[in-house]
């Protein structure tokens, strides 16, 4: 059971947006940590997709963007394309375990 | 460039200790702020965080495997080693070495590849 919590599926038709949630509590998005998500492609390890809450790491296209308001956080894929085909992680700190937390995942499947 | 990349066992018997090695290169972990972290993926399930160590020697573990867990450091060789005691088939996972840089928030931008490591008698 995560301390994040993320939809477990998510799909849609190259070209379409889509939107993943990340909901969390007051003690770790509600307490002002900021959120980071992360792309992991089949069989490979995750990448740094957008980190403080709305930062791309260079060579990360402006297709994916991220949000934060009060104890969620959102990370949204317009324009979606096949190679975005993967698993999709948001990641916090929890002041109150004292760790670094990840969400369960969310698959992105393109139709 | 920062590479970093795991080595170790890929098979380990229940109760045995686990030593993993990250050897990393592109970044001094003599540098405030940063750190190298170790997080772990069981086969189909998410990631969970284990341990890190900052450039001060600062340690952080995880409080549900806190007292199974050793982090330690070799500045001159850049590397961080992870030791798991009391190894059980649920520690079968791929265990991933991360770059936490220099910043005020807390985050990953640099994974090695991942090794898996299978507990089985």
């Known amino acids: 059971q995560s301390v994040l919590t993320q939809p477990p599926s998510m799909s849609g038709a190259p070209g379409q947006r889509v939107t993943i949630s990340c909901t969390g509590s007051?003690?770790?998005?509600?307490?002002?940590?900021?959120v980071h998500w992360y792309q992991q492609l089949p069989g490979t390890a995750p990448k740094l997709l957008i980190y403080?809450?709305?930062n791309r790491p260079s060579g990360v296209p402006d297709r994916f963007s991220g949000s934060k308001s009060g104890t969620s956080a959102s990370l949204a894929i317009t324009g979606l394309q096949a190679e975005d085909e993967a698993d999709y992680y948001c990641?916090?700190?929890?002041?109150?375990?004292?760790?670094?937390?990840f969400g369960g995942g969310t698959k992105v499947t393109v139709l | 460039q920062i590479t970093l990349k795991e080595s170790g066992p890929t098979l380990v018997k229940p109760t045995q200790t686990l030593t993993l090695t990250c050897t990393f290169s592109?970044?001094?972990?003599?540098?405030?702020?940063?750190?190298v972290g170790w997080i772990r993926q069981p086969p189909g399930k998410a990631l969970e965080w284990l341990a890190l160590?900052?450039?001060?020697?600062?340690?952080r573990y995880s409080p549900s495997l806190k007292s199974r867990l050793t982090i330690t450091k070799d500045t001159s060789k850049n590397q961080v080693d992870l030791t798991l005691t009391n190894m059980d088939p649920v520690d079968t996972a791929t265990y991933f070495c991360?770059?936490?840089?220099?910043?005020?928030?807390?985050?990953?931008?640099?994974w090695g590849q991942g090794t898996l490591v299978t507990v089985s008698s």
């Open positions: 160590s900052y450039w001060d020697d600062d340690k």
């Open positions: 990641q916090s700190y929890d002041r109150s375990l004292s760790t670094w937390v």
């Open positions: 592109g970044f001094s972990l003599n540098s405030p702020g940063v750190g």
């Open positions: 007051s003690s770790n998005i509600g307490a002002g940590y900021d």
């Open positions: 403080v809450n709305n």
């Open positions: 991360t770059h936490r840089p220099q910043s005020t928030s807390y985050y990953f931008d640099f």
